[in-house]
């Protein structure tokens, strides 16, 4: 009964398998555009075999029919593991570039009023303040192109620091998105196991759903991530657990500081930070993944100013012998040289930790860095204007103090017999005025004089500074032009002065960071400044574009084997039938055998 009866079931499990293989491949179809949708496949195998015996060569058996052995989602979890790596590098390129991109719209260089032009402006309209400092008319114009160059300068420094307050609305976006996909392979987690623990069914679609999640959120942060028994994953973001199978290690995100409201990503259980970038990010170190870090290292994590760009102390020159008189004359500067190189060696040692700080927390963060150098250079034409209108003399008080004071042996005047006044500044800060009240003092040979002290800027005081978003025309000269100290105490021109304010734009200003040793004037330190950012953001752009490839290759292979093809399947849906009804007919075959055993033999 087993051989004749037992082959109804072969027919019945062809059958089963051929249908179960349908279905499979129906949903393949069905499912061909959906996005990140992946192949599966039937793998069909023998159910079993009954053993009636044996023989010399062999068992004697009678095969019991097919079974599917496993619908198989058909992944390469290698090229899963290298697509989720490569598209973390380009999506923290991509980020970096796209906000060098945003900056450069800000200055201007690919429209017609670029901040250049306002720079030259300035410059020329100085020069013709050169030919005629006593007309009403090129003062006028001089101080409009100063309002101009002020005004252009704080409403970029507001663009750039709105950007960074947009930077910091999409750093909690992501860090959010990431919560929220950490959450929902939790869940997936859940369900993968409950499902397949009986070792009957695979949740396929449900990992593919994993899958997908684990994609975007390799293009967030550094992901690795490994399958346990149970089916479930396990995944660390930056080294540390974000997933496991029993909890979510959830993300926060706390002010930079007290003084700044600039989020930076944290673990919420204990508020351990996210990244270290005590390191610049690099290939080598594997560092340089995920659009989140590379937005913190575009945005930065304070508003930085001028002084946060250290300069370079000057070496004192080493006396030649040939230009002095004797050698006392020269033994003489040569034991001042080397104080003064003493003095040098230990303002280096200092110099050169703060370039090392500025190297790792200033100059990668590409807004902070381009707003420290762009205020660097509107600090220079703001402060050398105005040392050159109202000069300032240190004296020597008769406690052996030193102080800062206006110089009322060469500050020149204001043109007309009401506007005889000195020490009028051009650019001023918004609450602090650039000179204390007139004071008497008594000086080191013990005369006494009448003073105008000198306000210092401070660098841990904002306002004391003439800084973006501090600074602007003096009201008084907008009103009055009459009053720029252009004149002498005969309310003649006072030409050297004039003469400054155009040589000034000649003369070296500084070095665009550290570690520059080309020192600009004005007009090429923007050259520069624009220049650096601009081949920053190309760079950024090419390992970016490079990236792209590699994962669009990534993805191609990936799509040779996770990809449905309707061609493909359509010739299985075939062979699957064809599968069907030939079991269908040895179905029909033995049921007619046995129908005619029973009824002509019974």
Not at 27 to 53: C, K, P, W
Request: glycine share 6%; aromatic share 10%.
């Amino acid at each position: 009964m087993a051989t004749t009866l037992g082959n109804f079931y072969v027919g019945a499990t062809g059958m089963q398998a051929s249908q179960y293989a349908l279905n499979a491949t129906a949903h393949n179809i069905t499912n061909a555009e959906t996005e990140g949708y992946s192949r599966q496949q039937v793998i069909m195998s023998d159910l079993s075999y009954h053993t009636f015996g044996s023989s010399a060569v062999g068992k004697n058996q009678q095969g019991l029919g097919t079974k599917v052995a496993d619908l198989r989602l058909v992944r390469d979890r290698f090229i899963d593991k290298a697509y989720r790596n490569e598209v973390g590098r380009e999506q923290f390129y991509q980020s970096k570039y796209d906000v060098v991109s945003e900056v450069e719209n800000y200055f201007g260089e690919l429209e017609s009023s670029d901040f250049r032009s306002y720079m030259q402006n300035l410059w020329s309209s100085a020069q013709e303040l050169q030919k005629e400092s006593n007309s009403i008319v090129t003062r006028s114009s001089f101080i409009a192109s100063c309002v101009t160059f002020a005004d252009q300068s704080n409403e970029i420094f507001k663009q750039l620091t709105t950007y960074q307050k947009n930077l910091n609305t999409e750093i909690k976006d992501q860090v959010d998105e990431i919560n929220e996909l950490a959450n929902k392979i939790y869940d997936l987690n859940y369900k993968i196991t409950k499902i397949e623990a009986a070792g009957v069914e695979s949740a396929n679609d449900y990992r593919d759903m994993r899958d997908a999640a684990l994609d975007k959120l390799g293009g967030l942060v550094s992901l690795s991530y490994k399958e346990n028994a149970d089916a479930g994953v396990d995944v660390y973001i930056e080294n540390r657990c974000l997933v496991s199978m029993d909890k979510v290690y959830e993300l926060d995100v706390r002010p930079a500081s007290d003084s700044c409201e600039y989020y930076i990503p944290v673990w919420k259980d204990d508020q351990a930070d996210l990244f270290t970038l005590s390191r610049v990010p690099d290939a080598d170190a594997g560092t340089d993944v995920g659009s989140l870090k590379g937005i913190i290292m575009s945005r930065g994590d304070w508003v930085a100013n001028y002084t946060d760009i250290p300069i370079t102390p000057k070496a004192p020159v080493r006396p030649i012998e040939s230009g002095y008189e004797n050698d006392a004359e020269y033994q003489s500067a040569l034991l001042q040289y080397q104080t003064d190189y003493n003095n040098y060696q230990i303002e280096y040692e200092e110099f050169a930790k703060e370039r090392d700080y500025y190297n790792t927390y200033l100059e990668p963060y590409t807004v902070n860095n381009i707003i420290a150098q762009f205020d660097q250079l509107v600090h220079g034409v703001v402060t050398k204007i105005n040392d050159i209108l109202c000069p300032n003399k240190e004296i020597t008080l008769a406690n052996g103090q030193t102080m800062t004071v206006l110089d009322w042996e060469n500050a020149g005047y204001g043109m007309g017999a009401d506007n005889m006044i000195q020490g009028t500044e051009l650019f001023i800060r918004n609450t602090v005025p650039r000179y204390k009240d007139e004071v008497e003092v008594t000086l080191a040979d013990g005369t006494k004089q009448k003073v105008r002290e000198l306000n210092p800027e401070y660098e841990d005081e904002y306002l004391s500074m003439y800084t973006l978003g501090n600074f602007q025309v003096n009201d008084k000269l907008i009103k009055n032009p009459s009053l720029l100290t252009l004149s002498n105490a005969q309310n003649e021109e006072l030409q050297s002065v004039a003469d400054k304010l155009v040589q000034v734009w000649n003369e070296d200003f500084t070095t665009l960071n550290p570690n520059s040793l080309v020192t600009n004037n004005f007009m090429g330190y923007y050259k520069e400044f624009i220049a650096d950012f601009a081949n920053k953001g190309r760079t950024y752009n090419g390992i970016a574009e490079s990236q792209n490839k590699s994962v669009k290759e990534l993805e191609n292979q990936r799509q040779s084997v996770v990809g449905v093809s309707t061609d493909e399947e359509l010739s299985n849906m075939i062979k699957f039938q064809q599968g069907f009804n030939a079991a269908s007919r040895y179905f029909t075959v033995v049921s007619e055998m046995v129908e005619h055993l029973i009824n002509k033999l019974g």
